[in-house]
């Protein structure tokens, strides 16, 4: 049993009890915090003893699955997949800790059966960013978009059955073009050691990498779009705003904080090292499209009238900037993308729970039913500058460290696609600081915020009535709703994200040293291809 397995097994176990809890809420919470804040303290010695001079792939355990296909279930961990890992132990917590905050659970639905399904998400996502058989990465990536099509279609918005459908078929038909690429991955592997082929990453790594680069090409494409879809890059993205804008907050933080970083993560672990010169040739178009996506995803989030579904498009900009960084093939620029995938999660996932603890006061999603909020909550309007500055990269915060080795790194190699790639980070200032002046500066306003009493009919004149059919209809201004800034627990919930941006924003060393290791294999087994 290592620590990998424990972390696996651990919120798998705790998924299993909260089934059989469905009629007592107050238990189930309290059930599903223990065993998430366990499974964040597990991290500590899981990290410690990770070592960025070692192995490439630490923690390795492997037991006979299929063995006549060659096929294991095997795990092990990086540097990259390490700080996804952490932190995905992180947010589970938090998200388990707002529930009733940030969200209310639909008539006849139980916490039990939410939160079930939220520690079974959070078991399967670590055994994806795990996995080391490719043919096991490709079940775990398929199976876990059970529980989050459960999640979004049982617990979403008005429209939560459309988004989790679109989000179900677009992500399982990347799977499955995924598996056709695998498979001939495991021919080629077949071909070369007699016979017997086999699914284990560092064997394929070693024997697809010789292919002809007309098979790479092929074979990258299967990977590329599978992970593209996830990711997701423009025009593979149109799901994410449905899904993030109908899916419960709690639910929108692990989907745009942790699981869109599958797609990222599977270009790092599997496209690049695996099919070196298919990536080389086909460099060009990705970065094509994640520049597009920078400014697509910029532009997009300024028009949005929805908070949840801005942040959608806020995400499709910043993974813009992350393949930019991975496909420049280099060094500096591939660490800003992964620390990026790192610090996306932190600044977007204080982002959408901030915008929860909106939204449970003022009962809009809408940006128009707000205004002045930060006269009323001025707490909560600064945790909302706070996440909304990581999100643009202020120096000083998480964010801008990564976002500056990337532009630094893809500037040597690819100017061209990175001066036209800056602009979104004008776009970025201007609408971030657009959302936080519409919501929180001004004078107190929006239907959110101010109540309205019954319509009354607007009299010809106040002594001879008047009235009648066709008498004009308007809404009295009424008082100002009771909106109280952040709680006690609301504070403790948002101070780990808030010490995590702010530490990482002036000490982003830990993370780098633990990322740097784990990059510079990935770039060598793509400079040494064929």
């Known amino acids: 049993m290592t620590w990998l397995l424990a972390l696996i097994l651990l919120p798998l176990a705790g998924s299993l009890v909260l089934a059989f809890l469905k009629g007592n809420d107050r238990a189930a919470v309290a059930t599903a915090l223990a065993v998430s804040i366990v499974e964040f303290l597990l991290i500590i010695p899981f990290w410690a003893s990770y070592s960025p001079s070692g192995e490439r792939i630490q923690q390795a355990t492997t037991m006979d699955w299929i063995p006549n296909f060659g096929i294991h279930l095997s795990f092990g961990t990086d540097g990259i997949s390490l700080i996804m890992i952490a932190v995905i132990a992180l947010l589970v917590p938090i998200v388990v800790g707002a529930l009733g905050l940030t969200d209310k659970l639909p008539a006849g639905r139980s916490a039990g059966g939410f939160l079930s399904l939220i520690l079974l998400q959070e078991a399967i996502t670590i055994g994806v960013f795990a996995a080391t058989d490719v043919f096991l990465f490709y079940v775990l990536f398929e199976i876990m978009l059970i529980p989050m099509y459960f999640l979004i279609g049982g617990y979403g918005g008005r429209r939560r059955q459309y988004a989790a459908v679109k989000f179900f078929l677009y992500s399982f038909l990347g799977g499955l073009i995924m598996l056709a690429s695998a ?34 090409i092929w074979l990258f494409l299967g990977f590329f779009l599978a992970f593209a879809i996830k990711a997701p890059l423009v025009p593979f993205h149109t799901w994410l705003p449905d899904a993030a804008g109908q899916a419960p907050i709690g639910v929108a933080v692990l989907l745009v904080g942790v699981l869109d970083k599958v797609g990222t993560f599977g270009f790092l672990r ?19 499209l994640s520049v597009i996506g920078v400014l697509y995803g910029s532009i997009l989030a300024a028009g949005q009238r929805d908070m949840k579904r801005f942040i959608a498009y806020v995400s499709i ?183 995590l941006i702010i530490g990482l924003g002036f000490y982003p060393k830990p993370m780098l040293d633990t990322i740097t290791p784990s990059v510079q294999a990935t770039l060598s087994a793509v400079q040494g291809g064929k």
Request: neutral net charge; aromatic residues 8%.
């Open 270 to 288: 599997y496209c690049l090292p695996m099919f070196p010169e298919g990536s080389k040739a086909l460099a060009p178009l990705v970065l094509i």
């Open 183 to 216: 498979i001939g991955a495991y021919s080629l592997a077949s071909d070369k050691l007699g016979g017997k082929g086999t699914f284990d990453w560092a064997t394929l790594v070693t024997v697809v990498r010789d292919a002809p680069t007309g098979t790479q």
């Open 317 to 499: 900009a910043h993974f813009g900037f992350i393949a930019l960084g991975i496909f420049t093939f280099n060094e500096q620029a591939m660490v800003g993308s992964v620390s990026y995938m790192l610090n996306h999660s932190l600044s977007t996932g204080m982002l959408i729970v901030v915008i929860g603890l909106i939204v449970m006061r003022g009962g809009s999603s809408r940006i128009s039913d707000y205004g002045g909020m930060a006269k009323v909550t001025p707490l909560l309007g600064g945790m909302l500058l706070l996440a909304g500055l990581s999100a643009l990269s202020l120096p000083g915060t998480n964010s801008f460290v990564s976002e500056f080795l990337v532009l630094l790194g893809s500037f040597v190699d690819q100017p061209v696609y990175t001066i036209i790639a800056t602009v979104g980070m004008v776009l970025a200032a201007a609408y971030v600081l657009w959302l936080y002046q519409r919501i929180m500066q001004g004078p107190v306003r929006g239907d959110a915020l101010v109540g309205l009493r019954e319509p009354v009919a607007l009299r010809a004149s106040v002594e001879g009535g008047g009235g009648g059919p066709g008498t004009a209809i308007a809404p009295e201004l009424g008082a100002r709703k009771a909106i109280t800034d952040l709680g006690k627990r609301e504070i403790a919930i948002l101070a780990p994200m808030v010490i």
